[in-house]
């Protein structure tokens, strides 16, 4: 008969425990807004948050194809601002309004200088949508990160993320948005569906923010 032992590992539980910390890891980044993640070797590091709404050509996002403006979320009068940055992105300052390009087709080609902060730029190369339906949208793309530590020109992967309900009377096309850009050493498609999942959490609060004002 074979002896039991306590200490022998079980591959299952492993495999189990691993997980919860990597959804607790997720978890952690989801309190942004939006974010930018950067991993390249050693050079590169950080996250920056945005937080704001996004101007439509439809009511809802269910048959929206572009962002027409972008908006601070109290008000058309501004752009989104920043809501953390930690990293080589932390010389950024809270509070520090971005500036993002109009219009963007979420099925798109090259768009320099799509946003850009504090000194660094992301130029989109190309985008298309991910998912689009019941209330949700999400798009993806590619371009290059600039400035800083990321240089001239290091790849990356760009998500969006927005949502109904949209409130007022009658409907307004302002959507509270959340996104991020993700160094391309990093993603595979796996952790390029979760990081849209963990952009979803921050939509909430940028929601309530917008509630009833109409664009």
């Not at 074979?2 to 492993?14: G, H, L």
């Not at 996002?61 to 501004?78: E, G, I, L, P, R």
């Not at 850009?116 to 793309?141: E, K, M, P, R």
């Not at 948005?177 to 979760?194: E, H, M, N, Q, Y």
Request: hydrophobic share 45%; glycine share 12%; net charge positive.
């Amino acid at each position: 008969m074979e002896r039991f032992d306590a200490k022998r590992r079980n591959p299952s539980i492993e495999r189990q425990l691993t997980m919860k910390k990597s959804i607790l890891s997720l978890l952690a980044v989801g309190a942004l807004s939006c974010g930018l993640f950067s991993q390249q070797s050693q050079a590169a590091s950080g996250s920056i948050s945005f937080v704001g709404s996004a101007k439509m050509d439809s009511t809802t996002v269910d048959t929206a194809t572009k962002v027409t403006a972008w908006y601070w979320a109290f008000s058309a009068a501004f752009s989104p601002q920043v809501a953390g940055a930690t990293g080589d992105f932390s010389s950024v300052a809270p509070g520090t309004f971005a500036t993002f390009a109009a219009p963007w087709s979420f099925v798109s080609g090259p768009i320099a200088s799509f946003w850009s902060v504090g000194g660094f730029t992301f130029d989109l190369i190309s985008s298309s949508i991910f998912s689009q339906g019941a209330g949700t949208v999400s798009v993806t793309g590619t371009g290059t990160i600039s400035g800083g530590a990321f240089g001239t020109g290091t790849a990356g992967t760009w998500m969006f993320t927005a949502n109904d309900p949209n409130l007022g009377t009658p409907r307004s096309t302002r959507f509270a948005f959340s996104a991020g850009t993700t160094a391309a050493a990093i993603p595979d498609g796996g952790s390029a569906v979760a990081l849209l999942g963990i952009a979803l959490a921050g939509i909430e609060g940028a929601r309530r923010l917008i509630g009833s004002r109409k664009a």
